[in-house]
């Protein structure tokens, strides 16, 4: 069988190199997405002020992917300051799952050369 794998230039095809970077953009709008999800997480457990700019402007950002599990669980409460956010932590597992999924979807589009 022919390795196709590489054009005659020594590149991968184009439609290659296009899922690959589809790949690497997902990828990181992912990152990105579990970055500001822990920093929700890590300034709500550290008792962060919900009337600081910063606060306000993150949850702004983190809303349209953190709304939907606002009050899945109840969030524990430590000395009336510090919450931990068990909800929050249940998207990161979600959205780590739709990570997951779409890079599958990904390589279901790729050409392989065998089976396994």
Known sequence: MEDTS????????????????????????FCLLYGLIGLEILLDLAGASESSTFKQFLNALTHPFLGPFVGLFVDPVF??????????????????????????????????????
């Open 79 to 116: 000395r009336g300051h510090y919450r931990l956010r068990v909800s929050y932590m249940v998207a990161l597992i979600v959205y780590a799952l739709v990570h997951v999924a779409t890079y599958g979807l990904i390589r279901l589009f790729e050409k392989r050369q065998t089976f396994w």
């Open 6 to 29: 590489y054009s005659d230039n020594g590149y991968p095809p184009r439609s290659a190199r296009i899922l690959t970077r589809i790949h690497l953009v997902i990828n990181y709008l």
